[in-house]
């Protein structure tokens, strides 16, 4: 083919790319199956390479929104808030003593404390 014909276009030097998404590059079994070697030891330059994708995107996978336990793990109860409050307004307890008692952070405790809580008859208090 000639590149200067009208309608014809130019051979390409290289294949096309492969699609960039992992998405499209990985399963969802895939998915689950790296996070769980990662979790379990394995490396992320072992695991890049044995996936075909960068160490950027094992990060990604492993510290992103698909593997987050410790996210729910730490989650408070409403019962554990309603304690915090309580605990705080009735005790000469610190939020930092609170904050090391429930294993979260101090800013948990400051925005629990914040929230508008009800006063058991149906009012809010403030």
Not at 9 to 31: C, F, I, M, N, Q
């Amino acid at each position: 083919m000639a590149p200067g014909i009208p309608g014809e276009l130019p051979e390409v030097a290289y294949p096309p790319a492969p699609s960039r998404t992992l998405g499209k590059r990985l399963s969802p079994t895939d998915r689950d199956t790296l996070i769980a070697a990662f979790n379990a030891g394995a490396s992320q330059q072992l695991l890049a390479t044995q996936y075909g994708i960068s160490i950027r995107s094992i990060k990604r996978l492993v510290h992103g929104s698909s593997n987050r336990p410790q996210a729910t793990a730490n989650r408070l109860t409403p019962d554990q808030r309603h304690a915090i409050a309580h605990t705080y307004a009735t005790t000469g307890t610190t939020q930092a003593e609170l904050a090391r008692h429930y294993g979260v952070d101090i800013s948990t405790i400051k925005r629990i404390l914040r929230q508008p809580r009800s006063n058991g008859l149906g009012n809010v208090t403030v």
